[in-house]
């Protein structure tokens, strides 16, 4: 899916360091900040949550 977004220039200018500053386009930023919005909405509780959480995301590989 394709989607224009007229950004105010200050915005852009800053996503567009934050990506730089990753490595990443700042389309592959931007998909990864709304990608990662369900766990700011609803972060882990439990330290089980939590570990579950970095498995999924591969930062673990604990089984």
């Known amino acids: ?3 224009h977004l007229d950004l105010p ?3 852009e ?3 567009c ?3 730089s500053q990753l490595n990443l386009t700042l389309s592959e930023y931007i998909l990864r900040v709304l990608t990662v919005r369900q ?3 609803n972060p882990p509780k439990t ?3 939590l570990v579950a959480y970095w ?3 591969g930062v ?3 089984k």
Do not use: S
Request: glycine content about 4%; overall charge negative; aromatic content about 4%.
């Open 1 to 3: 899916m394709n989607i």
């Open 9 to 11: 220039p200050d915005l």
């Open 13 to 15: 200018k800053e996503l």
């Open 17 to 19: 360091n934050e990506a």
């Open 39 to 41: 766990v700011l909405l």
């Open 47 to 49: 330290g089980a949550e």
């Open 55 to 57: 498995q999924n995301e």
């Open 60 to 62: 673990i590989n604990y």
